[in-house]
């Protein structure tokens, strides 16, 4: 027989108060603690504004325990699904990694539980903020990145007109670019050890997975560099004209025209000299 949600959240209430009558008893003749007395006695408006002015006063981890008291006795209750809601604000507020863990539970189990949830774009930049807290530099591992970079998409997909797209789009043009960054870094490495062909590889998928990089005044004239490394001094000339063309005033544009003019005069000493003839004895 099917449980209305009134029936699941009395019985939810009832284990609830049970384990806390429980936890009384257990105690024997000693009077239970404030926060117990309170769970007990309060209603649960006074309960969650107990727990939010607790928050408020940075004493986190005292106030999530009206907040969740709260929620897991009224899951169902607008009151109980804000109280989750300010659960992950606590620890976000918190922050560290253990804090930006636990947020993302919370903010997660939020967007599972309420979709039609009045503050779920909230909750879902909020979400995406977790990661964005923890990226590293563009040398490091990028998975918190490319999350941050999935959960922002999610929320412009989800909630286009939401006033919280417009900075996930900002910070989706910004973190886009630590990823491109990131990929130009491992072609430089393998530039640098000598691996031209891996190189190239990587800066060629960087040029087509990432055409608003900022940063490809750089990588043309590197991919030029490594072009003319393996001998295809036709392409890498092309580079070095978009360097030119596309970014003038770059200082990789002064280098890619220095580079444009050793090759001519490379060619001309190459066509003058010629081998010494042998000069022979008269008979």
Same mark, same amino acid.
């Given at each position: 027989?099917?449980?209305?949600?009134?029936?699941?959240?009395?019985?939810?209430? !009832?284990?609830?108060?049970? =384990?806390?009558? $429980?936890?009384?008893?257990?105690?024997?003749?000693?009077?239970?603690?404030?926060?117990?007395?309170?769970?007990?006695?309060?209603?649960?408006?006074?309960? #969650?504004?107990? *727990?939010?002015? $607790?928050?408020?006063?940075?004493?986190?981890?005292?106030?999530?325990?009206?907040?969740?008291?709260?929620?897991?006795?009224?899951?169902?209750?607008?009151?109980?699904?804000?109280?989750?809601? $300010?659960?992950? @604000?606590? &620890?976000?507020?918190?922050?560290?990694?253990? *804090?930006?863990?636990? =947020?993302?539970?919370?903010?997660?189990? +939020?967007?599972?539980? +309420?979709?039609?949830?009045?503050?779920?774009? +909230?909750?879902?930049?909020?979400?995406?903020?977790? %990661?964005?807290?923890?990226?590293?530099?563009?040398?490091?591992?990028?998975?918190?990145?490319?999350?941050?970079?999935?959960?922002?998409? =999610?929320?412009?997909?989800?909630?286009?007109?939401?006033?919280?797209?417009?900075?996930?789009? @900002?910070?989706?043009?910004?973190?886009?670019? $630590?990823?491109?960054?990131?990929? #130009?870094?491992?072609? &430089?490495?393998?530039?640098?050890?000598?691996?031209?062909? =891996?190189?190239?590889?990587?800066?060629?998928?960087?040029?087509?997975?990432?055409?608003? +990089? *900022?940063?490809?005044?750089?990588?043309?004239? %590197? /991919?030029?560099?490594?072009?003319?490394?393996?001998?295809?001094?036709?392409?890498?000339?092309? %580079?070095? !004209?978009?360097?030119?063309? @596309?970014?003038?005033?770059?200082?990789? /544009?002064?280098?890619?025209?220095?580079?444009?003019?050793?090759?001519?005069?490379?060619?001309?000493?190459?066509?003058?000299?010629?081998?010494?003839?042998?000069?022979?004895?008269?008979?």
């Amino acid at each position: 027989m099917k449980r209305s949600k009134w029936t699941v959240g009395r019985t939810k209430w !009832g284990a609830a108060t049970l =384990a806390l009558l $429980l936890l009384v008893a257990c105690s024997g003749t000693k009077k239970p603690d404030k926060v117990t007395q309170e769970l007990l006695s309060k209603s649960k408006e006074e309960l #969650f504004e107990k *727990g939010k002015g $607790l928050v408020e006063k940075k004493r986190y981890e005292a106030g999530r325990k009206y907040l969740t008291f709260v929620f897991e006795t009224y899951p169902n209750d607008p009151l109980g699904r804000d109280a989750l809601l $300010l659960v992950a @604000e606590s &620890f976000f507020k918190q922050g560290g990694t253990s *804090g930006y863990t636990e =947020a993302r539970f919370r903010y997660r189990d +939020y967007l599972n539980r +309420y979709p039609g949830a009045p503050r779920r774009d +909230y909750a879902r930049y909020q979400f995406a903020l977790t %990661y964005d807290k923890e990226i590293e530099r563009p040398d490091r591992d990028q998975t918190s990145t490319r999350e941050a970079v999935d959960q922002y998409r =999610a929320l412009i997909r989800e909630y286009p007109t939401s006033g919280f797209a417009g900075a996930a789009r @900002e910070r989706v043009r910004v973190l886009t670019d $630590l990823l491109a960054e990131h990929e #130009f870094n491992v072609g &430089f490495f393998y530039m640098r050890k000598g691996a031209q062909s =891996a190189a190239l590889a990587r800066f060629t998928d960087l040029e087509q997975r990432f055409p608003e +990089y *900022g940063g490809r005044d750089k990588l043309f004239f %590197y /991919a030029a560099r490594v072009l003319q490394k393996l001998g295809r001094r036709d392409e890498a000339d092309r %580079y070095y !004209g978009r360097v030119i063309s @596309e970014f003038p005033d770059s200082e990789y /544009a002064r280098k890619a025209r220095g580079a444009r003019s050793e090759r001519p005069a490379a060619a001309t000493a190459a066509t003058t000299t010629s081998p010494k003839s042998k000069v022979q004895s008269p008979k």
